[in-house]
């Protein structure tokens, strides 16, 4: 499986982007897909996955929201509100399921990441 994110940009606090992650493969429907986030000198972060139910990081909930379309083999992260906090590198992941989504061990294939920039 390879993963191509798209999307990422500079955005005013408040403002909102919509990340893409293309999937190759014909096995899509049965990967869990998930966002995570790095920022400088912090450690990766769970941010939303879509493995069946939808789950979402503390820090984005209410903001962000994940979805799929099985039929493009894409997975997208709509990101409303943003915040400068919310600055980071963000990579898509699949991995096989069943797995613990928040968890970034548990996932096999990473994108290359996009970046994401909220300043004013």
């Known amino acids: 499986v390879q993963l191509v994110e798209s999307g990422g940009g500079l955005v005013q606090p408040g403002g909102s982007l919509r990340l893409s992650c293309a999937a190759s493969g014909r096995t899509f429907s049965s990967y869990a897909m998930g966002w995570f986030r790095q920022a400088p000198g912090k450690e990766r972060e769970f941010v939303a996955a879509?493995?069946?139910?939808?789950f979402y990081g503390d820090s984005v909930k209410g903001r962000f929201t994940i979805s799929r379309d099985n039929a493009k083999n894409t997975v997208y992260l709509q990101m409303n509100s943003l915040k400068p906090e919310d600055t980071a590198v963000y990579y898509c992941?699949?991995?096989?399921?069943?797995?613990?989504?928040?968890?970034?061990?548990?996932?096999?294939?990473w994108g290359q990441g996009t970046q994401v920039t909220v300043s004013s």
């Open positions: 879509s493995g069946g139910s939808k």
């Open positions: 992941a699949a991995g096989k399921l069943p797995l613990i989504v928040t968890r970034h061990h548990d996932y096999d294939y």
